[in-house]
Each structure stands twice: as structure tokens, then as C-alpha cells.
């Protein structure tokens, strides 16, 4: 019992692990999903609209807002879809009254 006590490492059952496998991955700050929907989105409205200076404020500020989410908590994103993935009915109680 007082071996397993111990903080030493079990041989075998420890394997090296590389720091990109563990960080989000960013593209200028942002979630990189996050970033190119962004630029996409600024984009459209910038190109296909022809509205050059909405395009740059939308493009400036959804990055701003991306990166300063990402700075509180890298996986905002998944935390933020994370109630898509449960039942419609799931937070309601039915009644039959």
C-alpha cells in the first residue's frame, strides 16, 4: 500500500505528451473555427455587399469579442454548443396534469 502511496511513476503507464495536443488551437488570438466564420461572414458583407467599411467593423469587432473570449476560457466554443448536443425536452419537466 505504501508503494502505490508514492508519486513515482508506474512503469509502463506513463507516456510523454506534446503541449500542442492539449492547447486549442488560435488563429491571431481567436478559435480558429470562430476566426474564419468570422472572416468569411466580413467578407461577404464586405465584398458581396460592397460595403467595405461594415465588412472591417464586423470583421473588427466579432474578433475582438473571439479574442477576448478565448482569453477567458480557451473553449468557449464547446462550452457555448455544448447544449445543442442534448434532447429538446431535457431541461422541462412534463406534467400530466
Partial sequence: MSELASHDLIPGFAAPL????????LLAGAPRAVA???GTLAA???LGLRLWIAGLALWAIGHAAAVWAAKRDPAFVEVVLAPRALPATSWRVRSRC
Wanted: aromatic share 0%.
Fill in 18 to 25: 506534446h503541449r500542442a495536443l492539449t492547447e486549442p488551437i
Fill in 36 to 38: 474564419i466564420l468570422n
Fill in 44 to 46: 461577404a458583407i464586405g
